[in-house]
């Protein structure tokens, strides 16, 4: 099949576009208002851009609290999820009205930032600290404005538990990252296997 994303007359109940573009990691960003207040949420477009500085980027669809935040207070966090977190990262995800902690109402403890003003989940087996370098509002192809807006943030701080690292190495495996499908779909992690990359040639 063939369809032109303009009509998107793909004639499924459901758009395939995010169940091709996938599994996408969860950024699970944690962001403190100018007034204090703390906000938590998992956003589904996000990843690794650059490591030279090490950076990385999520996007919200929509003028969410997320970006609200961090462009009053220029940090953020993200945090990794686990399987053992999956459901507090769903209630995580609720719409609520500014203000109302999702930690709280997740059940998680907000561990403050080292080096950023802003908090992550304290049962995170790992979590970044960031520092937003660019916003960004995604242009279409005319070079209007969408309502698609790129956080860029340059990653200032790692936490990682002790136990998750093994022989010199964080343990993918025993971390159980969950990553997000399209429709409603999440998946864990199959078995890990190393692959080398072919030798350069001179």
């Known amino acids: 099949m063939f369809y032109d994303t303009e009509s998107n007359a793909h004639g499924m109940a459901h758009d395939p576009f995010k169940a091709i573009v996938a599994p996408r990691p969860i950024g699970w960003i944690g962001s403190k208002g100018r007034d204090g207040s703390r906000n938590l949420s998992p956003y589904s ?5 650059g490591d030279r500085p090490k950076m990385v980027m999520f996007s919200s ?3 969410k609290d997320s970006l609200r935040n961090v462009e009053e207070t220029g940090v953020f966090t993200a945090s990794f999820v686990s399987r053992s977190l999956l459901d507090q ?6 719409a609520v009205p500014y203000g109302e902690d999702e930690f709280a109402l997740a059940g998680l403890t907000a561990a403050q930032g080292r080096l950023v003003d802003a908090p992550y989940v ?4 790992a979590a970044l600290e960031c520092r937003v370098t660019k916003v ?3 242009p279409d192809m005319e070079g209007d404005e969408t309502d698609s807006h790129a956080v860029f943030g340059q990653v200032v ?3 990682i538990a002790d136990a998750m690292i093994r022989d010199g190495r964080f343990d993918l ?3 159980e990252p969950i990553m997000r499908l399209g429709y409603m779909d999440y998946a864990g992690m199959g078995p890990v296997f190393e692959l080398r990359r072919p030798s350069q040639r001179t």
């Open 45 to 49: 477009f996000f990843n690794a851009v």
């Open 157 to 159: 701080g790692i936490h």
């Open 173 to 175: 495996a025993f971390a």
């Open 61 to 63: 669809s929509g003028r």
């Open 122 to 125: 304290g049962e995170a087996v």
């Open 89 to 94: 990262m769903s209630a995580s995800s609720a």
């Open 136 to 138: 960004l509002t995604l």
